[in-house]
């Protein structure tokens, strides 16, 4: 090799080198920082995959009819609506014990006591005494009487297939021995006031939101069986699960209503019951001892 060209040759052995260098750094930069480069290729494919199928299922739940269950649930909470009167229905959405900051705001204000209807429909504790809370004891409640208005339709089914709009008339409160349920007076429009009185229910099930109809329709086939008899040994096994489940019940009422009694000196008129609340105990207590027969 002659002289004059060894510093070609050198120039290219460290150009050489310097891109194998550049090359080796590059690659060490492309190893992935979750493992060897197979496995993150395998978890890529994994990944996508999934992403595939739970594409896949949205597409089919879509393209499905939504179940019963599916479209009760995206109409929201149902409430149970007792007849009030001829025209109207009430129900509780909330209820509030004695010793809540809701009740004693509420009773710290001035309500007003609605005029009872001239029949009793439903025989409902606390639903032949409403009243009306005063206005700056709303802002206590509950959020759904902040964004609830007088007016706002809501849907009231007379039964499994027949449903009628219903309109918010007022808050309310009720008086539910120790507790205070707070809830809607709700109007029957004038046009559905036939269908209202033809029904011979005395509670219903109310929505804010109407349950969507189902997509082809479906003929329910839910009804009362008014000539329905049970057997000797399931009514037998049926009262005996009632019963146990009653003095459950009975009991821990009564530990409410002994523990609020006091309280009820010098309350407002709202609710105080006194008597009421004794007559109560006193029929728990034979209820417990087994005095009473199960219809």
Excluded at 72 to 80: L, P, T
Excluded at 155 to 169: D, F, K, N, R, W
Excluded at 247 to 262: C, F, G, P, W
Aim: contains cysteine.
């Amino acid at each position: 090799m002659q002289r004059e060209n060894r510093k070609y040759v050198l120039l290219a052995v460290l150009a050489y080198l310097v891109i194998m260098v550049g090359a080796y750094r590059w690659s060490l930069q492309q190893v992935p920082t979750d493992g060897p480069l197979l496995a993150h290729i395998e978890r890529e494919e994994v990944r996508k995959r999934k992403e595939r199928q739970a594409a896949e299922a949205i597409a089919k739940a879509q393209a499905a009819p939504a179940t019963a269950e599916a479209r009760m649930s995206s109409a929201g909470v149902a409430y149970m609506a007792a007849r009030y009167d001829a025209t109207h229905v009430v129900f509780v959405v909330s209820s509030e014990s004695r010793f809540s900051p809701i009740r004693s705001s509420v009773l710290a204000g001035t309500p007003t006591r609605l005029p009872a209807p001239e029949k009793t429909y439903a025989a409902l504790a606390g639903m032949q005494e409403l009243w009306e809370p005063d206005p700056n004891s709303l802002r206590f409640f509950p959020k759904l009487f902040q964004t609830t208005k007088s007016g706002d339709s809501w849907t009231l089914s007379l039964s499994a297939t027949s449903t009628i709009p219903v309109a918010i008339e007022r808050p309310i409160i009720a008086p539910t021995g120790c507790s205070l349920g707070i809830g809607f007076l709700a109007l029957v429009p004038a046009d559905q006031l036939s269908n209202f009185a033809s029904s011979p229910r005395e509670f219903f099930v109310v929505r804010q939101n109407p349950v969507d109809a189902a997509e082809p329709a479906v003929n329910a086939q839910i009804a009362e069986l008014p000539h329905w008899k049970a057997s000797p040994a399931l009514a037998h096994q049926i009262e005996v699960l009632l019963n146990e489940r009653m003095k459950q019940e009975v009991a821990q009422l009564d530990l409410r209503i002994t523990s609020n009694l006091a309280a009820q000196q010098g309350e407002s008129s709202v609710g105080t019951g006194r008597p009421t609340l004794k007559e109560w105990l006193h029929a728990d207590k034979a209820l417990a001892r087994g005095e009473g027969s199960l219809e």
